[in-house]
């Protein structure tokens, strides 16, 4: 075994093992010799432990006691030997003994698997009953026939009718008036007690798995043409509150939510909010599940839904939020009954937009929320009051947008094809034409000359759909307006409290909205070296700039000393921005934006005031002077 002890362990072949024993065994006898003659005191034969010659024996004896014989090890019978400098294993692939069970292990056994894996019990109880009622019923009948009597009838169908009243109502065997009837008698009505109870007990486990199925959200929604949410954010109660209000017009519907939560939780969070599950006539249902799964997906009927919204992770960082979004998309996709309702996804990253829309082979429509917020704050930042127009226009209640088109409209509405888009104004008393979809493009405010077509939709302002239709056309009497002149636009001087993701984005928007010579001063935590970089990698080159200068200032935007520190009183608009280190604490970034914006109100009333005061002052002083006084 020599070899074994420069080479990792590794199987021999079985011809080897006869040589190996006997070169073994020569070796460790001339080694013996050699110790022997210079009295050695380490002797391998002695108690400390076995020798080589000891490793040797015990594998032979190991052998025979597997009932092989040692001298067959060459044959092949034993085709691998594991062996080491003091161990060897033999392993017999062949003739390996199989543990044996008996005949009523094997069936308990297949008995518990069934039960366990809920297959077959109702076949199983039914297979019981009869076997009990047929055994029961033989049993009575050869009693019948060995006594002589002819009770309950002389026929093998009386006897099963005897014994089955037997299985079922155990008071009825006090009928039986000889021994022989009695005992099989008793022994059927043990079994009908034992086969009730467990009749009993599987009732009860299914009513059980049932409810506790129920209360998880397991169960399957039977719906069509309903609203599903996949996801639970911040923002559901909102969009809750506003897909009710545009489905009460029809008398309320249903929205199915399917999220990652326990069902229990969520409509817990729903009733606290609106105080029921029911929101304006329209009936809110909760399941728990991953949406990123087929099945779950099938589960609340995706393929019947009127409208699908996946909602992003605000847990979650934005590129593992947009992937998650990613997969739920591919999942809906791949419905084997592909969705019929529009699909609509939540992105966190404006560059993931392209992969989404890639997957969803054009029938997703992608919305980056940060960014589109981002972009509705600067322009109410630099437009007073259009946040109110913005609030009531985007938002079901009040007026909305509505899309009609003209072909499958009716009469009254084919008659606009062919119209010009300014005689519409004369049409629509109760709503106001705003654009004209064509080709899969909006276009808001066309020309008064464009001419309708048929393939043509309309866009319209409107308090509801169901609140406009064409009317004949109204003579009016135009008179000229009122001259107007655009005011002068001069640079503009803006803060930006905060930094977010896409910070880069709002710049270049700000760029392009502005006069040249205009300031946006940014303040926040950041070291003016990260921001440069973030402004680098997000593709945005500062020096290439064309209407704006941006001025670097540290602080924290809800400290009071930082804010103190800015010539608030020169500022035209104020962006303050839910900062990116609070993003995943949604309580906490709104507090901090609050307070943000209370200080700098507060700042800016003390130093207008200081200022109106000081002007106060310098007109006494002008007034007090030489001259000042005439008139």
């Given at each position: 075994?020599?070899?074994?002890?420069?080479?990792?362990?590794?199987?021999?072949?079985?011809?080897?093992?006869?040589?190996?024993?006997?070169?073994?065994?020569?070796?460790?006898?001339?080694?013996?010799?050699?110790?022997?003659?210079?009295?050695?005191?380490?002797?391998?034969?002695?108690?400390?432990?076995?020798?080589?010659?000891?490793?040797?024996?015990?594998?032979?004896?190991?052998?025979?006691?597997?009932?092989?014989?040692?001298?067959?090890?060459?044959?092949?019978?034993?085709?691998?030997?594991?062996?080491?400098?003091?161990?060897?294993?033999?392993?017999?692939?062949?003739?390996?003994?199989?543990?044996?069970?008996?005949?009523?292990?094997?069936?308990?056994?297949?008995?518990?698997?069934?039960?366990?894996?809920?297959?077959?019990?109702?076949?199983?109880?039914?297979?019981?009953?009869?076997?009990?009622?047929?055994?029961?019923?033989?049993?009575?009948?050869?009693?019948?026939?060995?006594?002589?009597?002819?009770?309950?009838?002389?026929?093998?169908?009386?006897?099963?009718?005897?014994?089955?009243?037997?299985?079922?109502?155990?008071?009825?065997?006090?009928?039986?008036?000889?021994?022989?009837?009695?005992?099989?008698?008793?022994?059927?009505?043990?079994?009908?007690?034992?086969?009730?109870?467990?009749?009993?007990?599987?009732?009860?486990?299914?009513?059980?798995?049932?409810?506790?199925?129920?209360?998880?959200?397991?169960?399957?929604?039977?719906?069509?043409?309903?609203?599903?949410?996949?996801?639970?954010?911040?923002?559901?109660?909102?969009?809750?509150?506003?897909?009710?209000?545009?489905?009460?017009?029809?008398?309320?519907?249903?929205?199915?939510?399917?999220?990652?939560?326990?069902?229990?939780?969520?409509?817990?969070?729903?009733?606290?909010?609106?105080?029921?599950?029911?929101?304006?006539?329209?009936?809110?249902?909760?399941?728990?599940?991953?949406?990123?799964?087929?099945?779950?997906?099938a589960k609340v009927s995706a393929a019947s839904a009127r409208s699908i919204v996946v909602l992003a992770d605000n847990a979650a960082d934005a590129d593992k939020s947009d992937a998650k979004v990613l997969r739920i998309i591919l999942s809906i996709v791949g419905l084997k009954t592909p969705p019929r309702g529009h699909v609509v996804a939540e992105l966190r990253d404006i560059d993931n937009g392209g992969l989404v829309e890639i997957v969803g082979r054009n029938r997703v429509e992608t919305i980056v929320s940060h960014d589109l917020i981002g972009r509705l704050m600067i322009k109410c930042a630099r437009q007073p009051g259009l946040a109110?127009?913005?609030?009531?226009?985007?938002?079901?209640?009040?007026?909305?947008?509505?899309?009609?088109?003209?072909?499958?409209?009716?009469?009254?509405?084919?008659?606009?094809?062919?119209?010009?888009?300014?005689?519409?104004?004369?049409?629509?008393?109760?709503?106001?034409?705003?654009?004209?979809?064509?080709?899969?493009?909006?276009?808001?405010?066309?020309?008064?000359?464009?001419?309708?077509?048929?393939?043509?939709?309309?866009?319209?302002?409107?308090?509801?759909?169901?609140?406009?239709?064409?009317?004949?056309?109204?003579?009016?009497?135009?008179?000229?307006?009122?001259?107007?002149?655009?005011?002068?636009?001069?640079?503009?001087?803006?803060?930006?409290?905060?930094?977010?993701?896409?910070?880069?984005?709002?710049?270049?928007?700000?760029?392009?909205?502005?006069?040249?010579?205009?300031?946006?001063?940014?303040?926040?935590?950041?070291?003016?070296?990260?921001?440069?970089?973030?402004?680098?990698?997000?593709?945005?080159?500062?020096?290439?700039?064309?209407?704006?200068?941006?001025?670097?200032?540290?602080?924290?935007?809800?400290?009071?000393?930082?804010?103190?520190?800015?010539?608030?009183?020169?500022?035209?608009?104020?962006?303050?921005?839910?900062?990116?280190?609070?993003?995943?604490?949604?309580?906490?970034?709104?507090?901090?934006?609050?307070?943000?914006?209370?200080?700098?109100?507060?700042?800016?009333?003390?130093?207008?005031?200081?200022?109106?005061?000081?002007?106060?002052?310098?007109?006494?002083?002008?007034?007090?002077?030489?001259?000042?006084?005439?008139?």
């Open positions: 075994f020599d070899d074994l002890e420069h080479e990792p362990l590794r199987p021999r072949p079985a011809e080897q093992i006869g040589a190996l024993l006997a070169r073994e065994e020569k070796e460790h006898a001339e080694r013996a010799k050699e110790r022997e003659r210079e009295r050695d005191p380490r002797d391998s034969s002695g108690s400390g432990g076995l020798g080589r010659s000891g490793s040797s024996r015990k594998l032979l004896d190991a052998v025979g006691a597997d009932g092989l014989d040692p001298t067959t090890l060459a044959n092949g019978s034993v085709p691998v030997l594991m062996a080491d400098e003091h161990t060897a294993v033999v392993r017999h692939h062949k003739a390996a003994r199989k543990t044996r069970h008996l005949w009523h292990e094997r069936l308990a056994y297949w008995v518990d698997r069934r039960i366990t894996q809920g297959r077959g019990k109702t076949a199983g109880l039914v297979f019981v009953a009869l076997l009990q009622v047929l055994v029961g019923g033989a049993m009575l009948y050869g009693g019948d026939v060995a006594v002589g009597e002819e009770e309950g009838g002389d026929s093998f169908a009386g006897a099963l009718w005897r014994s089955w009243t037997y299985v079922a109502d155990p008071g009825t065997h006090a009928i039986e008036r000889h021994w022989v009837g009695r005992g099989v008698s008793f022994f059927i009505t043990c079994g009908g007690i034992l086969f009730f109870a467990a009749l009993v007990g599987f009732v009860v486990d299914q009513i059980r798995s049932r409810m506790e199925e129920l209360k998880k959200g397991k169960s399957r929604v039977i719906e069509e043409g309903h609203y599903l949410l996949l996801g639970w954010t911040d923002k559901s109660f909102t969009l809750l509150v506003e897909l009710a209000l545009a489905m009460e017009s029809e008398g309320g519907g249903v929205i199915v939510i399917l999220a990652e939560r326990e069902k229990d939780e969520l409509e817990l969070e729903i009733r606290e909010h609106f105080g029921g599950l029911t929101i304006l006539g329209t009936e809110v249902v909760c399941r728990s599940g991953s949406p990123i799964l087929i099945s779950e997906l109110k127009a913005y609030d009531a226009f985007l938002g079901f209640e009040g007026d909305e947008f509505y899309l009609n088109d003209l072909v499958s409209g009716g009469d009254a509405w084919r008659e606009l094809i062919g119209l010009r888009f300014g005689e519409l104004v004369t049409r629509f008393p109760r709503a106001v034409a705003v654009g004209i979809k064509r080709d899969g493009e909006l276009v808001l405010n066309p020309g008064a000359d464009v001419v309708i077509e048929a393939d043509d939709q309309i866009m319209f302002l409107a308090e509801d759909d169901d609140t406009y239709e064409p009317h004949p056309p109204t003579d009016l009497k135009t008179t000229p307006g009122p001259a107007w002149l655009p005011p002068p636009r001069r640079p503009e001087v803006m803060l930006m409290s905060g930094w977010r993701r896409d910070v880069d984005d709002v710049i270049c928007l700000l760029d392009s909205l502005v006069e040249p010579g205009s300031e946006l001063h940014m303040l926040c935590d950041l070291e003016v070296p990260d921001r440069e970089k973030r402004l680098r990698d997000g593709g945005l080159d500062v020096d290439g700039l064309q209407h704006l200068t941006l001025h670097h200032h540290i602080g924290n935007p809800a400290f009071r000393r930082s804010l103190e520190a800015l010539p608030l009183e020169r500022f035209s608009s104020v962006l303050i921005l839910s900062d990116e280190s609070l993003e995943h604490d949604s309580m906490h970034s709104d507090s901090a934006c609050l307070a943000s914006l209370l200080l700098t109100r507060h700042i800016q009333e003390l130093r207008f005031l200081a200022l109106e005061e000081e002007d106060d002052a310098n007109a006494m002083l002008v007034d007090a002077g030489p001259g000042g006084g005439g008139g």
